[in-house]
């Protein structure tokens, strides 16, 4: 099965500045298959970024994602107080369509 | 619009099973799939499976494999994760997804338990 670590664990950040998010895969993702989620305590997940770099509808333009084969990235341009979250990587070309182990964004 | 509502909380005891319901309304359940994860206390997402809407064909996770199924019924617009032989490590919040996960279920905390 296809590895997606994530780094950093945890990132502090004060509102409106950048982050920059790292999801590496340990073999190359089919088509480019790998999403974003956001996740807060008691919520569902909510989809950001899907097929890498595609934007989900509703989503801020704040937010972009970029990347291919192992290597991707998931950008939060100028944090707003409500981004500060949990945030996973998934890719689904292959099953099983693992998640990384997340990133704590959280507020400095 | 979409919506995906699922099933109330359960408790149950080890070796039991625990069937979750996830009804859809606002699009057809033919023409997504469904996806399951998880999330155990103080821990991340987990996959646990998918199930097509082509043809019904299932993926589940390895460490689940012979213990869910996941089902669809067209007529009702529902989908169904059965998981059996429960441990108190499938203790955790489970989510029905639309498709690859643009629309989410609120969850289900199943709690296993003696």
């Known amino acids: 099965e296809i590895v997606l670590t994530q780094s950093p664990g945890t990132q502090s950040l004060s509102p409106g500045e950048r982050a920059t998010l790292s999801c590496r895969a340990s073999?190359?993702?089919?088509?480019?298959?790998l999403a974003w989620y956001q996740h807060k305590p008691g919520q569902p997940p909510r989809l950001l970024i899907y097929?890498?770099?595609s934007r989900a509808p509703g989503i801020p333009d704040r937010f972009s994602g970029s990347g291919s084969g192992t290597d991707f990235t998931l950008t939060i341009s100028r944090l707003e107080p409500e981004d500060f979250a949990f945030y996973y990587c998934?890719?689904?070309?292959?099953?099983?369509?693992?998640f990384g182990r997340g990133t704590k964004l959280e507020i400095k | 619009q979409v919506q995906l509502v699922q099933s109330g909380a359960e408790v149950k005891k080890p070796g039991a099973s625990v069937r979750i319901s996830c009804k859809a309304s606002?699009?057809?359940?033919?023409?997504?799939?469904i996806t399951w994860v998880r999330q155990a206390p103080g821990q991340g997402l987990e996959w646990v499976g998918w199930?097509?809407?082509?043809?019904?064909?299932?993926n589940y996770a390895q460490r689940l494999q012979g213990r869910v199924t996941m089902t669809t019924d067209t007529s009702t617009n529902t989908a169904y994760m059965d998981l059996r032989s429960l441990r108190s490590d499938d203790t955790a919040i489970y989510y029905c997804?639309?498709?690859?996960?643009?629309?989410w279920g609120q969850g289900t905390l199943v709690t296993v338990s003696s």
């Open positions: 097929a890498a770099s």
């Open positions: 073999q190359s993702v089919s088509s480019n298959y």
């Open positions: 998934q890719q689904y070309g292959n099953s099983p369509h693992t």
């Open positions: 606002g699009y057809n359940i033919n023409s997504y799939g």
């Open positions: 997804g639309r498709g690859y996960g643009d629309y």
């Open positions: 199930i097509s809407n082509y043809n019904g064909n299932t």
